[in-house]
């Protein structure tokens, strides 16, 4: 994953500035969290791993035990056998939605999707929500998930 940046001068606005159109499906989607699209990664620093755990009445090392795997340096939830998350639930969408990480929550805000025009356009292939002339999310939004992102790459390096 990448850190926030943009293809912009340093005196020019972002491609998004003005807005784009995403509108999240729902769970009857499911795209981001199932394996349909193909094996992922849902990264978790400790804060988020205590917060899953503690939703799910688990102590952290019984939480990490059952649902976590190690990559490197840094943690991702598991999968199911068939690339789903562990915590997908077909048709209903997130079981720990209330705790659920922040790329989950950030998302398709994330840096190096909407890099440039074409990146998000690529992203759509993904994500049925995205560039569908459904409602503009302001460019203001977006600035701010992106920021949101941002914090989330500088927990996972403490
Ligand atoms: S892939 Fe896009 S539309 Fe589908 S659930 Fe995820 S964010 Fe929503
Ligand atoms: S934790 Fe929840 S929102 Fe995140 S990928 Fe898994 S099922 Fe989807």
């Not at 999240?24 to 899953?52: H, L």
């Not at 989950?104 to 994500?127: D, G, I, K, N």
């Amino acid at each position: 994953m990448l850190t926030a940046m943009t293809d912009a001068g340093p005196d020019s606005k972002p491609w998004h500035s003005d807005g784009v159109h995403f509108r999240c499906k729902g769970p009857e989607c499911g795209d981001c969290c199932s394996g349909k699209k193909g094996s992922g990664y849902v990264w978790v620093s400790e804060t988020e791993m205590r917060a899953i755990a503690t939703q799910l009445g688990l102590e952290i090392c019984q939480f990490t035990t059952k649902y976590v795997r190690q990559v490197g340096n840094r943690y991702s939830l598991i999968e199911k056998s068939n690339q789903d998350c562990i915590f997908y639930i077909k048709d209903k969408g997130c079981g720990v939605y209330d705790a659920r990480p922040t790329q989950c929550r950030t998302y398709p805000f994330w840096p190096e999707v909407v890099r440039t025009p074409e990146s998000w356009a690529l992203e759509a292939l993904q994500c049925p929500g995205i560039d569908k002339e459904e409602p503009r999310v302001p460019g203001e939004e977006v600035a701010k998930q992106l920021v949101i992102d941002a914090k989330r790459f500088s927990m996972h390096r403490e």
